[in-house]
C-alpha cells in the first residue's frame, strides 16, 4: 500500500520565495548577442534569471525570464522615465502564456510600486536611493520601510569593486525574488542600464 506524506511547513510555496535571505549577483550583461539586458546568478554560481532588451536599449518592453527561456515578467514602458513614468509589470501564467497585470510603477519625486494583485493585501514598495545612483533599497510601505531588498556595487572581500555593471542583490525571507528582480529591472529602465 503506497504512503503519502504531508509536505513539511519548511518547504516555501513557490521556487521564487526563499525561507532564508538571498544573494544574487547581477551582471548588467545580456548573454544574447548583441541584445541589452542582464544576467543573475544565485550565491552558488548558476544563473538563475536572464533580462534580455531585444530591442534597442531602454526600449518599451522587457522580459525578465528563468534560465530556460520562460517569461516570468515583462516590463512595459508607458511614458519615458525622466521627470515623471510610468510602467506596467505583467506576471506571466505558467500554462497558458498569458499575463497579467502585476504592478505597476510611478516616478513622481520617489519611485512607487503599486500591487495590481487584487488577491494580495495593497503592497507599496518604494525605492530607496542610496550612494550612488546604482545603488538602492526597495522597502515595504506596508511594513513601515522595512528594508526587503538592497542592491549594492558588488566588492571582493578585500573590498575592491568588480566593475560599475556588476551588483549584489540581498532579498530578505518570504519576499518573491522574482518581483524584486522585476522591480530592479524597472530601475535599470530609470538609469538606462537595460
Known amino acids: 500500500m503506497a504512503r503519502v506524506y504531508p509536505q513539511t511547513s519548511s518547504s ?3 521556487p521564487y520565495i526563499s ?12 548573454l ?4 541589452h539586458g542582464c544576467t543573475v546568478y544565485d550565491s552558488k554560481g548558476d544563473i538563475v534569471y536572464r533580462v534580455d532588451n531585444y530591442d534597442n536599449k531602454c ?11 520562460k517569461v516570468l515578467f515583462s516590463i512595459q514602458q508607458k511614458t519615458k522615465f525622466r521627470l515623471f513614468g510610468c510602467c506596467d509589470g505583467y506576471k506571466w501564467d505558467d ?9 505597476r510603477v510611478r516616478k513622481h519625486r520617489s519611485v512607487c510600486v503599486n ?5 494580495a493585501r495593497g503592497c507599496a514598495y518604494r525605492i530607496v536611493r542610496m550612494d550612488g545612483k546604482s545603488e538602492f533599497k526597495i522597502v515595504d510601505e506596508d511594513q513601515e520601510g522595512a528594508v526587503i ?3 549594492k556595487q558588488k566588492q571582493t572581500t578585500t573590498g575592491i569593486n568588480f566593475g560599475n555593471d556588476v551588483f549584489t ?24 542600464q537595460i
Open 19 to 30: 525561507l532564508k535571505p538571498e544573494s544574487f549577483t547581477i551582471w548588467m550583461k545580456s
Open 12 to 14: 516555501s510555496p513557490s
Open 32 to 35: 544574447v548577442f548583441n541584445t
Open 115 to 119: 500591487s495590481c494583485d487584487h488577491k
Open 95 to 103: 500554462c497558458s502564456s498569458e499575463k497579467e497585470l502585476w504592478f
Open 59 to 69: 526600449g518599451q518592453e522587457v522580459y525578465l525570464m528563468d534560465i530556460r527561456g
Open 149 to 151: 531588498a538592497e542592491i
Open 169 to 192: 542583490l540581498t532579498v530578505q525571507p518570504n519576499i518573491d525574488h522574482s518581483l524584486i528582480m522585476a522591480i530592479v529591472m524597472v530601475y535599470g529602465l530609470i538609469n538606462n
